[in-house]
């Protein structure tokens, strides 16, 4: 019995393996290719402007909402592609596939080849969060989540896939996005405090009306009292949070949606003023931060709207003055101003994409 597991396996490996990973090679290149293209690296100009849009499936603009923010993050998308012979030869690693073969087709003018990698990614994701497999509208900060922990989960085997090859394979999500929260607490009586870190991909901010992200932040930090019992016999203590380390891209969700008593979901529509730069303070340094995409919620309700992303222009370099953005909603893309995008989107920023500044 042993031996029959074993040759299974060699054959699974020989045999089956290659073939699974051919023909889903062939199915997003034809994707992904099919239509003509326009270079990334060539510059953008007013005509191909709308070839960066997505077409809906049918209310998954959620999907691709937070694929064009994730697409903003050049240095990600370009850590991803740099290790591609690493997830090109993993079939559990779909996810990364499909999301490279979006990259790939952005430009082009097929709608129907984007359709078929738009479906083929949604399933990938579906496979491990099948809360996503149905056609009803979903949240976005709950997909974009899904999908990075999704990424990091491939990296051990990712890892091991290429030490077989004799490379080392690093995660995209842990180098650019991932840091490092210390949560302390204080004994209000002794004094004695313990620490515990956790791990994150993005911060959940309470809405504050009226208020900034910064201020927001700020009030995240904030020491607040808490329900302990001390070994000394104290009952008191306080916590506060305080970032350990900070990431190359600080994504933060606003808290716009709430359960009322009657576990009616709402949404809060209370303005925030959208902070273009931001510096964060880490224990191990400060950094400043660029706000290059948002991710919005349109609409009064809490269980329905449409999602839309604003980001920064392609062609944006930090040198310039331009100051140019680009509207994506699904399919249909228009020019516009980072400053219009913070002043319109004060009652609808859900999702905020901070870069670090070099």
Known sequence: MVRRVGQLTDFYKSEIKPLVLFID?????????????????DGVRGSTINHFGFPNLGQSCYINSSLQSLLTLEDFVCDVSRQDLVWSSLPEARLMRTFMAIRDARVSTSAKSKVCLLRSFKEAVSAQAPEFRDHQQKDAHEFLTSVLDQMRSLSPSLQETAANMGTKYTCPVEDHLVFKMENTRTCSRCGA????????????LDLVPGGSVEKMLEEYQKETALDYKCECGGSESSQKPAFETLPSVLILHIKRFRFTPSWQLVKVRDPVMLNRELVVSSKQGGSCYSLVSIVSHLGASGDKGHYICDSVHPDERPDTTTDRWLTFNDAAVSETTGVSVCKERQKSAYILFYKRQV
């Open 25 to 41: 090679h062939v199915c997003l290149c034809f994707c992904s290719t099919k239509g003509s293209q326009v270079g990334v690296g």
């Open 193 to 204: 405090q313990s620490r515990r870190q956790e791990e994150f991909t993005n911060l959940s």
